[in-house]
């Protein structure tokens, strides 16, 4: 039913991590390369009383992450703050529906992808992106034809869409969500439940903190730069080949009763037990503070259950701390109704629920694996993670507009 507990993961052990391979530029055809974006503001009038554009304007950035369950795209553009999204676009596309069986994206999945892919190719035409970077995940990894469908996609659409390595997947899930990492803590455990692989990163605030230090002499603003360094403190990182559409498809998704739930749950913990074994994280945990950051469809639906929210709110889920005995209890309670009962909560909805107790399980592996109680939410990863490494890389070239 499940691969062996050691197929396809990568362990990765660092003492200290070293620089992030540089993000490549992903523009497609349509867009005029190094074109400014649209203003954030209206524009000012000339000496004539027209319109015109303030010279220091930012430029917009785009960021997306073709994954195996969601389309998703960011268009942005710096702030003082970071930056500021300017437009989004999220759809449910399942393109790695069947993948696992078949190792081929199928027809139906490549169809719904490219419609959501049309979207998000009018939405960097019209923003003139400047610079972005266009990803996709596991499923395009696992399908022998995900290049030739990319080929197909940049042909039909002019969009330019890389594979990214699991490795640099971990990296920027880092950056994208560090801005929510409790810095007091000595251990962090980044995680991200994605549709066909789950990402584990463990950081030590330690070397990060050291790094502050270093720099305390430097006087400029390190916003974006600051949550790029936070790849400094990796301590180790796995990629496990398992996530919320491939578990869901094993295991029959809809109907799923406790000893099957069980299965799941103890399967993924065969896939933990051996990363945590070799990096050796669990004996440093003794008398130090340590946290879950969980950046995933999987936690904000936990926690918008948790919370009881009437509709999703991104504003009170992301940045939320909540407790593993609160996600415990959440996973309970969803695991004991039924599918329409799933279907009729509010942060669940039809297009989740045969996929939330598959997050559930991979989410409680490893609760019981790795004893932290709090746990943080982010409703934010890749593509920030993306925005701020293509933002950072400008600014320390002189092209920063803050």
Same mark, same amino acid.
């Given at each position: ?24 530029? =992903? ?30 304007? %930012? ?9 195996? +369950? ?34 081929? /994206? +199928? ?18 035409? =019209?923003?003139?992106?400047? =610079?972005?970077?266009l990803v996709a995940t596991e499923a395009c990894r696992m399908a022998s034809n995900g290049p030739e469908f990319l080929n197909r996609v940049e042909q039909e659409l002019g969009l330019q869409i890389e594979i990214l390595s699991r490795e640099d997947e971990a990296r920027l899930a880092v950056s994208g969500c560090a801005s929510l990492i409790d810095q007091?803590? &000595? ?15 463990? /950081?030590?605030?330690?070397?990060? #903190? ?10 400029? #603003? ?26 869901? !498809? ?22 933990? !037990? ?10 440093? *945990?003794?008398? $130090?503070?340590?946290?879950? *950051?969980?950046t995933s469809g999987t936690v904000t639906t936990v926690a918008g259950v948790h919370l009881g929210l009437a509709r999703y709110d991104r504003s009170r889920v992301d940045g939320c701390w909540i407790t593993t005995n609160d996600a415990q209890r959440v996973a309970d309670n969803l695991l004991h109704a039924t599918h329409e009962q799933r279907v009729a909560? %509010?942060?669940?909805?039809?297009? #989740?629920?045969?996929?939330? /107790? ?24 890749? $593509? ?17 507009? &803050?």
């Amino acid at each position: 039913m499940f691969p062996a507990a050691g197929d396809f993961i990568a362990v990765t052990i660092f003492a200290q991590a070293g620089v992030p391979p540089a993000a490549t530029d =992903r523009l497609p055809s349509a867009a005029p390369a190094g074109s400014d974006g649209e203003a954030d503001s209206p524009t000012r009038p000339d000496s004539t009383g027209r319109g015109r554009r303030h010279q220091s304007e %930012p430029p917009a950035y785009a960021a997306l992450d073709l994954g195996t +369950n969601n389309c998703r795209l960011l268009v942005a553009k710096p702030s003082r703050r970071g930056f500021k999204v300017i437009d989004a676009f999220s759809r449910i596309i399942r393109l790695g529906e069947g993948v696992t069986a078949s190792g081929v /994206l +199928n027809e139906a999945a490549m169809s719904r992808t490219l419609q959501a892919l049309h979207i998000c190719a009018t939405k960097i035409r =019209r923003h003139q992106v400047k =610079r972005s970077r266009l990803v996709a995940t596991e499923a395009c990894r696992m399908a022998s034809n995900g290049p030739e469908f990319l080929n197909r996609v940049e042909q039909e659409l002019g969009l330019q869409i890389e594979i990214l390595s699991r490795e640099d997947e971990a990296r920027l899930a880092v950056s994208g969500c560090a801005s929510l990492i409790d810095q007091s803590a &000595d251990l962090v455990l980044v995680f991200d439940i994605g549709g066909g692989s789950s990402e584990l990163i463990w /950081l030590d605030l330690d070397l990060w #903190r050291r790094q502050q230090a270093d720099q305390l002499a430097r006087p400029q #603003r390190r916003s974006l730069s600051d949550r790029v360094d936070m790849q400094g403190c990796i301590l180790a990182w796995t990629s496990l080949p398992v996530g919320v559409v491939t578990l869901a !498809e094993r295991s029959g998704g809809r109907f799923i009763a406790n000893a099957e739930y069980e299965d799941m749950v103890t399967h993924v913990k065969t896939l933990i !037990e051996p990363f945590e074994a070799a990096a050796g994280v669990l004996p440093r *945990l003794a008398g $130090r503070s340590a946290h879950l *950051l969980g950046t995933s469809g999987t936690v904000t639906t936990v926690a918008g259950v948790h919370l009881g929210l009437a509709r999703y709110d991104r504003s009170r889920v992301d940045g939320c701390w909540i407790t593993t005995n609160d996600a415990q209890r959440v996973a309970d309670n969803l695991l004991h109704a039924t599918h329409e009962q799933r279907v009729a909560e %509010p942060c669940v909805g039809h297009e #989740r629920a045969d996929l939330v /107790l598959a997050g559930c399980a991979i989410l409680e592996a490893m609760i019981r694996t790795l004893p932290c109680q709090r746990l943080r939410v982010a409703d934010r990863g890749l $593509r920030e993670g993306i925005l701020t490494t293509l933002m950072s890389e400008d600014a320390s070239h002189g092209r920063g507009w &803050d």
